[in-house]
T-cell receptor, first 113, second 116 residues
């Protein structure tokens, strides 16, 4: 079946540090890939997405590139801020089925001033 | 604020009981999705409705049911509750039936269910 594996957290960084959160997936065909962010006490928000191989999604300084050859969609940001502290979820929808999101377990990021 | 509202925010109940969670989608959205977030299972898709009709089912237990009403709000009914049903239940909505072409799902703040 389809699955998403994220690096285990928590991740603690200092402000302005470089962030990488690894995400790999298992799915047949060409899934669409997403990163969602959940701030404390809130629901999930779509951060960025990529719908085909080699696409790069980007938003708010975050980037992720859809790598078919390594089945990966790692999230990166060059300089994190305290306001980036949240839980980050990698997710996919399999090709041919465009409604059901399959999520990774989530990675808690804490950024210290 | 995503525009998706969920009530109640918190719910505490006992094993064996039945509860109803309510979701109002964003104005104009026809599709509603329910997800369960628990520590051991993570975030799991439960069920989707589009314009009043069930469109997709995920890992939803037989003790759980849902419906979408003519005004497009949705209710998730959980019965014969067990300790393991304690979780955060999210509702999401989107304009259409899926995610193709950037049809984003907007999530509500969730209902935290505690079964004692």
């Amino acid at each position: 079946g389809n699955s998403v594996t994220q690096m285990e957290g928590p991740v603690t960084l200092s402000e302005e540090a470089f962030l990488t959160i690894n995400c790999t997936y298992t799915a047949t065909g060409y899934p669409s890939l997403f990163w969602y962010v959940q701030y404390p006490g809130e629901g999930l928000q779509l951060l960025l997405k990529a719908t085909k191989a080699d696409d790069k999604g980007s938003n708010k300084g975050f980037e992720a590139t859809y790598r078919k050859e390594t089945t990966s969609f790692h999230l990166e940001k060059g300089s994190v801020q305290v306001s980036d502290s949240a839980v980050y979820f990698c997710a996919l929808t399999p090709s041919g089925s465009n409604y059901k999101l399959t999520f990774g377990k989530g990675t808690l990021l804490t950024v210290n001033p | 604020d995503s525009g998706v509202t969920q009530t109640p925010k918190h719910l505490i109940t006992a094993t064996g009981q039945r509860v109803t969670l309510r979701c109002s989608p964003r104005s104009g959205d026809l599709s509603v999705y329910w997800y369960q977030q628990s520590l051991d299972q993570g975030l799991q898709f439960l069920i989707q409705y589009y314009n009043g009709e069930e469109r997709a089912k995920g890992n939803i237990l037989e003790r759980f049911s849902a419906q979408q009403f003519p005004d497009l709000h949705s209710e998730l009914n959980l019965s014969s509750l067990e300790l393991g049903d304690s979780a955060l239940y999210f509702c999401a909505s989107s304009v259409g039936v899926g995610l193709a072409g950037g049809n984003e799902q907007f999530f509500g703040p969730g209902t935290r269910l505690t079964v004692l």
